[in-house]
């Protein structure tokens, strides 16, 4: 069923979004108990087995903020043979290789709707409490300011919450937005918009399994473009989710795509 209901998505979507949005992929691939980003993702992986009908019809009318919204679910949230763990990533009930493609279509849907949510809980904002009255002034005179919230007092401690939700086997930016000082941790929390144009994305196919990762076709649905501001497009990228030594999914090849 699942495999019909993509196949519908990419139809409408091949209909409707003729036009390129090569002028999107400026921004750059990135690679984390509880974790203060897992308490931000709010979709549940069942929503990840929405119809193509109510895809269509709903999702390309939600604006960027409700779609981050609509991106984020409780960590118990459980859909057949997998759930979120704890702290955002995506486990299985029986070993990653016994399960099918449209299942692990469907369990990389919602991991890559948990690495949205901490992508842009970790390097728009901060998922952290911050004193905004104690700051060091890094690159460019930017300021980064002082972690309060417990047990973060180390780039250590930060990675070890986001790393929660991404591999390890690929390379962070955390280096570029926090930066640790005198036994504490400071963040630049550069707050920014989403695009406006961005509507939603759909994991659209499974291109290849390995013994320790998978790698899909993530499309992304735009309502327009600067180039083309009321024609929607559409771009494809790869995604990838590197299964952890305790069987559990994690992002690996992943760009925000808003």
Same mark, same amino acid.
């Given at each position: 069923?699942?495999?019909?209901?993509?196949?519908?998505?990419?139809?409408?979507?091949?209909?409707?979004?003729?036009?390129?949005?090569?002028?999107?992929?400026?921004? @750059?691939?990135?690679?984390?108990? @509880?974790?203060?980003?897992?308490?931000?993702?709010?979709?549940?992986?069942?929503?990840?087995?929405?119809?193509?009908?109510?895809?269509?019809?709903?999702?390309?009318?939600?604006?960027?903020?409700?779609?981050?919204?609509?991106?984020?679910?409780?960590?118990?949230?459980?859909?057949?043979?997998?759930?979120?763990?704890?702290?955002?990533?995506?486990?299985?009930?029986?070993?990653?290789?016994?399960?099918?493609?449209?299942?692990?279509?469907?369990?990389?849907?919602?991991?890559?709707?948990?690495?949205?949510?901490?992508?842009?809980?970790?390097?728009?904002?901060?998922?952290?409490?911050?004193?905004?009255?104690?700051?060091?002034?890094?690159?460019?005179?930017?300021?980064?300011?002082?972690?309060?919230?417990?047990?973060?007092?180390?780039?250590?401690?930060?990675?070890?919450?986001?790393?929660?939700?991404?591999?390890?086997?690929?390379?962070?930016?955390?280096?570029?937005?926090?930066?640790?000082?005198?036994?504490?941790?400071?963040?630049?929390?550069?707050?920014?918009?989403?695009?406006?144009?961005?509507?939603?994305?759909?994991?659209?196919?499974?291109?290849?399994?390995?013994?320790?990762?998978?790698?899909?076709?993530?499309?992304?649905?735009?309502?327009?473009?600067?180039?083309?501001?009321?024609?929607?497009?559409?771009? @494809?990228?790869?995604?990838?989710?590197?299964?952890? @030594?305790?069987?559990?999914?994690?992002?690996?090849?992943?760009?925000?795509?808003?």
């Amino acid at each position: 069923m699942n495999r019909y209901i993509l196949a519908a998505v990419a139809a409408a979507a091949a209909v409707c979004c003729m036009v390129s949005c090569s002028d999107k992929n400026s921004s @750059e691939n990135s690679s984390s108990g @509880e974790s203060p980003a897992a308490q931000t993702v709010q979709t549940t992986a069942a929503e990840a087995q929405t119809t193509a009908a109510t895809t269509t019809a709903d999702t390309k009318s939600t604006s960027a903020v409700s779609t981050a919204t609509a991106a984020k679910t409780t960590a118990a949230a459980k859909s057949g043979s997998f759930a979120y763990d704890a702290g955002g990533a995506v486990k299985f009930d029986a070993p990653v290789e016994a399960q099918d493609d449209s299942t692990l279509i469907e369990a990389a849907q919602a991991l890559f709707e948990s690495a949205c949510a901490t992508e842009w809980s970790y390097t728009v904002g901060s998922p952290y409490a911050l004193d905004m009255s104690d700051y060091i002034t890094g690159r460019f005179d930017w300021q980064f300011f002082r972690v309060v919230s417990a047990g973060i007092n180390s780039m250590d401690d930060v990675r070890a919450d986001y790393h929660k939700v991404f591999s390890d086997k690929y390379p962070d930016k955390l280096d570029e937005i926090y930066m640790e000082q005198n036994g504490s941790v400071y963040a630049l929390n550069g707050e920014r918009g989403k695009d406006i144009f961005y509507s939603y994305s759909r994991i659209t196919s499974l291109d290849s399994r390995t013994d320790d990762e998978l790698t899909f076709t993530v499309t992304n649905y735009y309502n327009g473009s600067p180039a083309a501001p009321d024609t929607p497009c559409t771009e @494809e990228e790869e995604f990838s989710a590197v299964i952890a @030594e305790d069987g559990t999914l994690r992002a690996g090849k992943f760009r925000l795509p808003y």
